[in-house]
């Protein structure tokens, strides 16, 4: 059986990283989501469609009010690019969806959560998801049968890799 393959562990443990290791070279859509820096602090987080480069605003800490840790929540800034990004993803014959990631921030938005369960069901899925979040949504993409999560630490980076590169035939 052909799993979906969910990456989650600690902060900066190599989760994008290891997607973006993995995803080099391949036919792929979907989002990633890269912080952005205001005189060298971290000042939020972008959303960008990786096949077309179109970005748009995930969370600031400039947007009020703060609703994850100090970050206020741009949902229509983060749906016109995180949409039509999956939604290409699902129209693709043969593309892996790719999706960094899975969390409290971009759970804000119930037409994401819907896509990310459609895709899971139709296409494959590789996506880095939170760890530490308790949000019932979290918990069931984790526990679905068609879904292998890796707990990925600095120390199990190879093996972790390896083991993901050959879960996907790459």
């Avoid at 979040?133 to 068609?146: G, T």
């Amino acid at each position: 059986m052909k799993y979906n393959i969910l990456i989650t562990g600690p902060p900066a443990s190599g989760k994008s990283t290891l997607i973006q290791e993995l995803t080099k070279g391949k036919t792929c859509c979907g989002i990633v989501m890269p912080e952005y820096r205001k005189d060298h602090e971290r000042a939020g987080f972008k959303v960008v469609d990786i096949r077309t480069g179109r970005e748009g605003l995930l969370a600031s800490v400039d947007i009020k009010p703060h609703v994850v840790s100090k970050y206020g929540i741009d949902v229509a800034g983060f749906e016109k690019v995180a949409l039509p990004a999956l939604e290409a993803g699902i129209k693709s014959k043969n593309a892996i969806i790719i999706i960094d990631e899975i969390g409290n921030m971009e759970l804000f938005s119930e037409k994401f959560k819907k896509l990310i369960e459609k895709a899971l069901g139709t296409k494959r899925v590789l996506a880095t998801i939170s760890m530490k979040s308790r949000s019932p949504f979290i918990e069931n993409i984790k526990s679905r049968k068609d879904v292998k999560v890796h707990y990925l630490t600095r120390v199990n980076y190879e093996r972790v890799k390896k083991e993901v590169e050959e879960e996907l035939n790459f």
